[in-house]
């Protein structure tokens, strides 16, 4: 069998086949079209004979280069952004090259940013994702014995049958199958006292969010009024003011993030554009969520019909936009941490929530804001704020109030304490589902369509697999099996609540 290689990829969107058989054109045309809203419809064809005898095939994107770079044997297709120092001129995949002739497979360490990205050498694949695994990527074997990856699940449809996903912080090699890699953050000190300490974390996610902005790219932030995304919106404000800002909620219903996004937005003064959307909609909306989410997660589908609402509104006016996410996992944000007993098992469930946090949380974002071609930055997740947090002590971020209760992010909090309205400062966790008012409206959904009965009779998926916890995600789930019908795709399913 004649060797053949094609790689693939867009703005954000990465697909390939190595050792295939068959008409390769063909099949990476296929896959590439499953995650077209990735990136840009402009598609470009690469040509090199170190491919032997295959082609790559690339989607130019928009924004910090293509996507694309190549020198001598060394070719790069990448998503996401990284903020390493850089010559004038370069490009994300421009910098990934130069760390791989240095660090060679173990590069991804000091990659600092999102990524996930491909790496050919001329005779050997590596793949590999960014330690929290912000940007996504899979991979399996055809039937024929070829090798297929693919940024979303979908683009393995009918491709693959056993799937699997490259967890975070691991590099995948043709040769050599799974490896992890070291992550080499920077060296940040964190002051011995909380409100130098605090001091500290306001410097870094200033630096944060000013270096996702040096490139032009950001046009707008998504504003819930929640204590991550007003922070950014803060932040964002005094960087560059007058940036609009995105909320969405439910028409007629209990939206409690329009009110306060409308509060922060008017503290900010700056323009707050609003959708409210309907429970009709949001009914119509469920086939799609469950087909750009991959998954049937009950608290993940709520969270996808708001992002995906919210990148729709967003993406005809910007092509990027900030989010708040990753607070939440960094800080304590989570009230579950309250309930453990003592700062050993907050410390080791707020790590699991980051372990977790690439097919639940994080997913949600990406896919929510891809799935209308809306690029996303996350200033939380930044390599020099990650440093830190992993070394605040656990009572800084999750801290005993006055009336003997306690308090989620509280570091946080303090350090932006002065720019935000006093409501924000002291507003509680809430999920963005129950913010922008979608969770029950998704239970009576269901319950009209019979699957409160349903759920009496089947509470299960295929055998061996998950325990569902609602009618609604009954739902979800007969939406899912008929978009990825093999038992493989189902176990790709995160779970957001460690504890369902």
């Known amino acids: ?19 295939y058989s068959r008409e390769v054109k063909k099949e990476i045309d296929l896959m590439l079209d499953k995650v077209k809203h990735r990136g840009s419809d402009t598609k470009e064809i690469y040509k090199n004979n170190i491919f032997r005898g295959g082609v790559i095939a690339q989607n130019i994107g928009l924004d910090r280069g293509n996507g694309f770079a190549q020198k001598g044997n060394l070719t790069v297709f990448f998503d996401g952004e990284i903020y390493n120092t850089r010559n004038q001129g370069q490009s994300d995949a421009d ?3 130069e ?27 590596f793949l590999t994702r960014g330690p929290v695994g912000v940007r996504p990527l899979f991979y399996g074997i055809t039937e024929d014995g070829a090798f297929a990856f693919a940024s979303e699940m979908k683009a393995l449809v009918g491709i693959v049958n056993e799937i699997e996903e490259l967890k975070p912080n691991t590099v995948f090699s043709s040769e050599n199958g799974i490896r ?31 270096r996702r902005m040096e490139d032009g790219a950001v046009g707008g932030m998504l504003l819930s009024g929640g204590l991550d995304s007003s922070i950014i919106a803060a932040i964002v404000n005094e960087l560059k003011p007058g940036m609009p800002a995105y909320t969405v909620g439910l028409k007629n219903g209990n939206a409690p993030d329009i009110e306060n996004a409308s509060l922060m937005a008017e503290h900010l003064n700056v323009e707050l554009k609003q959708y409210l959307f309907t429970a009709d909609e949001i009914a119509a ?12 997660d009950e608290d993940c589908i709520s969270g996808a019909i708001s992002n995906l609402n919210a990148s729709a509104f967003a993406a005809a006016d910007t092509h990027c936009i900030f989010s708040g996410e990753g607070g939440d996992e960094l800080f304590g944000g989570y009230h579950l941490l309250k309930d453990l007993p003592a700062e050993y098992d907050r410390l080791k469930m707020m790590h699991k929530l980051v372990e977790i946090a690439y097919n639940t949380a994080v997913q949600r974002l990406d896919r929510g804001m891809f799935g209308n071609s809306l690029n996303y930055r996350t200033p939380f997740i930044d390599s020099e704020v990650i440093a830190f ?21 509280w570091i946080l909090r303090e350090a932006f304490r002065d720019l935000l309205p006093e409501k924000i400062y ?15 409206v998704m239970d009576e959904i269901a319950a009209a369509k019979g699957y409160n009965q349903k759920f009496k009779e089947n509470d299960r998926t295929t055998p061996g697999g998950y325990c569902l916890n609602s009618p609604k995600e009954l739902w979800y789930y007969e939406i899912f099996k008929e978009k990825f019908p093999h038992l493989h795709f189902e176990k790709m399913v995160g779970r957001w609540d460690p504890n369902k």
């Open 1 to 19: 069998m004649e060797s053949n290689t094609i790689i693939g990829g867009c703005m954000a969107g990465i697909a390939g086949l190595l050792n």
């Open 95 to 97: 910098v990934v090259i």
């Open 99 to 125: 760390l791989f002739e240095k660090y060679g497979p173990g590069f991804p360490g000091y990659c600092r940013g999102v990524f996930a990205c491909a790496v050919w050498d001329g005779k050997e694949l």
């Open 180 to 210: 992890g890699y070291i992550v080499h953050y920077p060296e940040i000190t964190v002051p011995s006292s909380p409100e130098k300490a605090a001091e500290k974390l306001r410097e870094l996610l200033f630096a944060a969010v000013k």
């Open 285 to 296: 909306m469920v086939p799609e969520a469950v087909w750009k989410l991959e998954s049937f």
């Open 389 to 409: 947090a992993l070394q605040v002590p656990v009572q800084w971020k999750i801290r005993k109030n006055g009336n003997g209760g306690l308090i989620e992010k």
């Open 426 to 440: 002291k507003r509680v966790k809430l999920r963005f589902s129950a913010g922008t008012g979608t969770d029950t």
